[in-house]
């Protein structure tokens, strides 16, 4: 079946420096893949999307690469703030007629200190 | 406009109450789904409606009951619940087999406590 890993956190960091959380995935076929961000107290935002392999998504001043060959989607951010702390979600999705299905990885906590 | 409203934000319930979740999107996403997050998790699939019929149930107890009246809106109604079905309830529409327009978005969530 799909699975989807993340690094564990909590990730503590200060502000305006890089962030990188990795992400890979096993699946059958040709998933897209996302990143959701939870903010303390809220639902889920999509945050970046790509949809087939070399596309990268972008948003808010974060990036990811569909990497088919290293089966990867790593987040990265350049400069953070204290506001991108939240969980981060990565996932992939299969279409099936039934209803999309996502498979989450378990989640990266990030906490950005002033 | 990428909106899924839910409602309530927080339910507080008794284990012998009976009391509905709802959600409502206008994007005409023709898939709605009712996911489950237990704090420090990834949230789970319960329930996915395609063309307003139950598609998806991923064995879910039967004290959960999900209702889908019309495309824009769905219901969970909860009877008989116990302490540890206390979680954040999750509600996401989508487009369905529509190239490039799969996403699934999230509402806000109803945070349900079960005393």
């Known amino acids: 079946g799909n699975s989807v890993t993340q690094m564990e956190g909590p990730v503590t960091l200060s502000e305006e420096a890089f962030l990188t959380i990795n992400c890979t995935y096993t699946?059958?076929?040709?998933?897209?893949l996302f990143w959701y961000v939870q903010y303390p107290g809220e639902g889920l935002q999509l945050l970046l999307k790509a949809t087939k392999a070399d596309d990268k998504g972008s948003n808010k001043g974060f990036e990811a690469t569909y990497r088919k060959e290293t089966t990867s989607f790593h987040l990265e951010k350049g400069s953070v703030q204290v506001s991108d702390s939240a969980v981060y979600f990565c996932?992939?999705?299969?279409?099936?007629?039934?209803?999309?299905?996502?498979?989450f990885g378990g989640g990266t906590r990030v906490l950005v200190k002033p | 406009d990428t909106e899924v409203t839910q409602t309530p934000k927080h339910l507080v319930m008794g284990m012998t109450n009976k009391k509905s979740l709802k959600c409502e999107q206008h994007m005409g996403h023709r898939a709605m789904y009712w996911y489950k997050q237990k704090a420090k998790k990834p949230p789970e699939l319960m329930f996915v409606?395609?063309?307003?019929?139950?598609?998806i149930n991923e064995s879910v107890p039967s004290r959960f009951s999900p209702e889908c009246p019309n495309s824009s809106l769905l219901n969970l109604h909860l009877h008989a619940l116990q302490p540890e079905d206390s979680a954040l309830y999750l509600c996401a529409s989508s487009q369905l087999l529509v190239a490039g327009r799969n996403t699934i978005y999230f509402g806000e969530g109803s945070w349900l406590t079960v005393v």
């Open positions: 699946a059958t076929g040709y998933p897209s």
């Open positions: 996932a992939l999705r299969e279409i099936k007629a039934a209803g999309n299905k996502l498979t």
């Open positions: 409606y395609s063309y307003e019929k139950l598609s």
